[in-house]
């Protein structure tokens, strides 16, 4: 095999909406660039794990892989458990070149997906204006993740929101009913919750019952396999092919 592989890696969840939203991704991003090898692991919970897949493309002659975590992130998992992985199958496979891509985010492709989910839940052009906006991410502990999430919600204000509250599912407050709950009490009478997740599970569903208990008027769905998400994916496989210091118009 010439070409390098594209392998995509998922965190996993029991939640059998990931996986399949995981796959519908992978099958976009092989309908943008017919003829490119795309596999689908998993850290956790769901098969085939990265170990797996990257015993399978050596034992098939690859010689060349990119792995691109499915992260919007730099965080745990980007740092630590998928290079830990990675260099271990480094050890084990001496043959085969993995370079690891970088995480998803922040990125303008990101923002336009948000876009497409808010309008596809209702929100309609010249609304914004008049409109606070909940950009509800998974939760970290890390602050590089945070100071992305906290930077992606002060870019979103510039593009015409009233305000926009920042708001987590897990590690940290507030949650997504308390920044709803917040907008209402600065006077806002629309809000509308932006759920920055790629798949549907169990942090997502958190988000989705905050916006209802909180009464907001607008729930944007997943970012999961939007156009936008898979030419990014593209993207970063580009990126992470080109030698340091080179231009990808070299």
Known sequence: MTHPTLLVIAHGSRDPRHAATVHALTERVRAER????VETAFLEF???SVPRVLERLAAQG???VVALPLLLTRAFHAKTDIPSVLRE????LPRLHIRQADVLGPSPLLNATLGRRLREAGVRPGDSPRTGLVLASAGSTDPEAIAVIAEIARELRHTGWCAVRPA????LLPRTEDAVRALRAEGLERVAVAPYV?????????IAAGAEAAGADVLAD????APELARLLLNRFDEARVPVGASLSA
């Open 34 to 37: 017919p003829g490119l090898r």
């Open 168 to 171: 987590f599912a897990s590690a």
């Open 198 to 206: 790629i798949a549907p599970g169990r942090l997502p569903d958190r």
């Open 62 to 64: 690859a010689d060349e």
């Open 89 to 92: 199958a480094r050890a084990r």
């Open 222 to 225: 997943v970012l999961g396999p």
């Open 46 to 48: 769901n098969a085939p």
